[in-house]
């Protein structure tokens, strides 16, 4: 009798565990479908621009403009002015425009001049507005 009662127990831990496996089984399942609807819903990304020297400004000038506040992220809260970012952004800028002289097409050149000149006066105002930080 007491081998039939460990039979009967085996029988109840098996069918538990297959249960338990099941119900993992569905969750896991539910999990990969929101996951999937998800990620249909998520407009894809489109096609990359040509990289160049101009899209390396570009992206180099936007980084300067983040950090000065001038650019925001549509939704999010207004950032307080980065000035060392900006600056090092700015840098950035100028040893490109250093290290490529007589390198560039005049567009380019035109291009990098034209930039480094806006964000540069982009910085001197947002640094005549904010207050100096104390030390």
Known sequence: ?????????????????????????????????????????KPPRGP??????????????????????ALQVKGQEGKEPDLELAKYNIDMLETIEEKTRGNLTEDEQKVLENTLG????????????VPPKTQ
């Open 48 to 69: 990359l621009p040509e990289g160049n020297f101009a899209a390396l400004i570009s992206m180099l000038t936007t980084q300067a403009f983040f950090a000065l506040g």
């Open 118 to 129: 806006q964000v540069r006066m982009a910085y001197v105002q947002v640094t005549e507005q």
């Open 1 to 41: 009798m007491a081998e039939e009662k460990k039979e009967e127990e085996k029988i109840i831990i098996d069918e538990d565990w297959k249960k338990e496996a099941q119900r993992e089984k569905e969750i896991l399942a539910a999990q990969e479908e929101a996951e999937k609807k998800k990620a249909e819903e």
